[in-house]
């Protein structure tokens, strides 16, 4: 039972447009949300996170958006550019215990020149 | 400063051989994982090690085993590789198990078992 699910596998957008990559989530437990970046052949690099008491959080050009009703977040790319083209995974914990990341599957995102 | 190194990159195995992924970290944290990356699925958590000296199974820790060998390096055995067992393996590390920390993740170990 996939707890964290990201059902876009591919996405493709034109450069200089808004990139927006859906993550939905079944645990009303969790409180706590990363994105993650994976370029071919590299390991996942922490690109921004959110905590449950917020609905929104910056940094540059990423934005996550989370609703808590809907158990979903989202990241928006402002303006989106070539070298975003990689695969996005939103990963989600929470306070029951220590640590416990579950991860999306992942989105591809091409950022189209 | 590397952050956190994987060895080998790449290694192809036969059906019930063994060998053991080795990762290093150089930022003085406390914890480090090993997750596995199927196609299809999200990173899976194998084993983590809250702090040198202990370690913890993670969701899908059958066919592995750890060693925290001191607080820089953490490495993951397979003792008898199945065709199952062939993944990309990522080792992380945080500063402590604290769920809020951000994990910093190795470039990865592709394994093929045949």
């Known amino acids: 039972d996939q707890q964290v699910k990201q059902n876009s596998p591919s996405l493709s957008v034109q450069e200089g447009r808004i990139s927006i990559l859906n993550c939905d989530y079944t645990n009303s437990m969790f409180d706590y949300f990363l994105w993650y970046k994976k370029y071919p052949a590299e390991g996942p690099t922490f690109l921004i996170s959110i905590s449950s008491i917020k609905d929104k959080n910056e940094d540059g050009r990423f934005t996550v958006f989370l609703n808590k009703s809907a158990k979903h977040l989202s990241l928006h790319i402002v303006p989106s550019q070539p070298g975003d083209s990689a695969v996005y995974f939103c990963a989600a914990s929470g306070t029951s215990g220590t640590y416990k990341y579950i991860f999306g599957t992942g989105t591809r995102l091409k950022v189209l020149a | 400063n590397a952050g956190v190194t994987q060895t080998p990159k790449f290694q192809v195995l036969k059906t019930g051989q063994s060998m053991t992924l080795q990762c290093a970290q150089d930022m003085n944290h406390n914890s480090m994982y090993w997750y596995r990356q199927d196609p299809g699925m999200g990173l899976r958590l194998i084993y983590y090690s809250a702090s040198e000296g202990t370690t913890d199974k993670g969701e899908v820790p059958n066919g592995y085993n750890v060693s925290r060998l001191n607080k820089r390096e953490f490495s993951l055995r397979l003792e008898s590789a199945a065709p199952s067992q062939t993944s990309v393996y990522f080792c992380?590390?945080?500063?402590?198990?604290?769920?809020?920390?951000?994990?910093?993740f190795g470039p990865g170990t592709r394994l093929l078992v045949l």
């Open positions: 992380a590390s945080s500063e402590t198990t604290w769920y809020q920390e951000t994990q910093y």
